[in-house]
């Protein structure tokens, strides 16, 4: 007989061994994407204010009361997940989505991407981009509107809109135009890489997310291997490309400063739950969600593809996590 305080309790991820709780590692994403915040802020204004704070204040309201009145289970919401979730979807969205659209999204990332699952450390998925999808699915026009950055002159639904740098280049390319008068038509390297660009908010500005990263990597709360397996295939398969045709495809720098590379690869497919557990298993995913990104952008209906890439790898992960797995302790090697 065992007896009953012997007993394992099993729960499931994520899971975290030593000083750290789950809301310190969630605070520290938090303090991770305030530079990306602040950058958004900086350029769109009170619309980037309206929609972040309305997509984490309707994501922390859906999850207490889905805790509360439907699951009947102990709030949840203190625990830093859901502002997290409310911060990435603000990140994906235009600076002039209607409130009523951001709200919808946080319910459906909350309700269907999370709590229908039961909530942290059971989703497959990673919740902000399934109110992503939803949305762009849901809702085109509105989620392909891109406002020009004006700092606090931005107007929230009456602003300028103008099409993203990855947009210009794949419908000049739809029409013939060649790589090297497109890129004419785009904001230099050094403006892309401070943000100075048309897009979601949250993607804008890859200096913000590299210093999100190297908190992050300093702090152990990732670690380097998600994101740059990602960053690493789309730069070498992009740029195997660009040197087979310099005139039909661009740059891998382009690639990689343009859209939701940075934000997908250094906060979403770094995903505690979502995510493998293993080494090996992070390469896999990684180099996954990197293929499917390029093929998506290059032969895809829509210019970027880095959200649908790491739905679909969420997907594997518990293939990867079956199959590819460490050696047991004490388990003999067998010679050949």
């Known amino acids: 007989m065992i007896s009953m305080n012997r007993l394992i309790t099993v729960s499931p991820s994520p899971h975290v061994y030593g000083e750290n709780s789950i809301q310190k590692l969630m605070f520290g994403v938090i303090l991770a994407l305030l530079p990306a915040l602040f950058c958004s802020v900086y350029y769109f204004g009170w619309s980037a204010v309206i929609i972040s704070a309305t997509a984490i204040v309707s994501c922390i309201v859906t999850e207490f009361l889905i805790r509360k009145f439907i699951l009947k289970g102990e709030v949840s919401v203190t625990d830093g997940s859901a502002v997290i979730t409310g911060l990435l979807l603000a990140f994906n969205l235009p600076a002039n989505l209607p409130v009523w659209m951001v709200i919808l999204g946080s319910v459906v990332s909350i309700a269907i991407g999370k709590m229908t699952f039961g909530g942290l450390g059971r989703n497959p998925f990673n919740p902000a981009l399934i109110g992503r999808v939803f949305l762009l699915i849901s809702f085109p026009v509105q989620m392909t509107s891109w406002p020009v950055p004006q700092g606090f002159k931005t107007a929230y639904i009456n602003a300028v809109t103008g099409p993203t740098p990855l947009g210009i ?12 008068s497109l890129m004419e038509q785009v904001p230099e390297y050094m403006q892309l890489f401070y943000g100075h660009t048309g897009g979601s908010l949250g993607e804008t500005a890859a200096i913000a997310l590299l210093l999100g990263m190297a908190y ?12 740059v397996s990602v960053i690493l295939t789309v730069f070498l398969f992009t740029g195997v490309m660009w040197l087979v045709n310099p ?3 661009a740059d891998p720098l382009f690639h990689i400063l343009t859209g939701g590379v940075m934000l997908g690869a250094i906060f979403m497919a770094t995903d505690y739950v979502t995510s493998p557990m293993t080494t090996k298993g992070m390469w896999i995913y990684g180099i996954g969600i990197g293929v499917i990104t390029v093929l998506i952008r290059f032969r895809g209906a829509y210019p970027e593809g880095i959200s649908y890439a790491i739905l679909i790898m969420n997907a594997f992960v518990p293939l990867i996590n079956t199959y590819v797995k460490p050696k047991r302790f004490g388990k003999e090697v067998q010679d050949g």
Request: no cysteine; charged share 25%; aromatic share 4%.
């Open 169 to 180: 280049v794949k419908e000049g390319l739809r029409n013939g135009e060649q790589i090297s």
């Open 216 to 227: 992050m990597l300093v702090k152990r709360i990732i670690t380097w291997h998600i994101p």
């Open 247 to 249: 005139e039909q495809n």
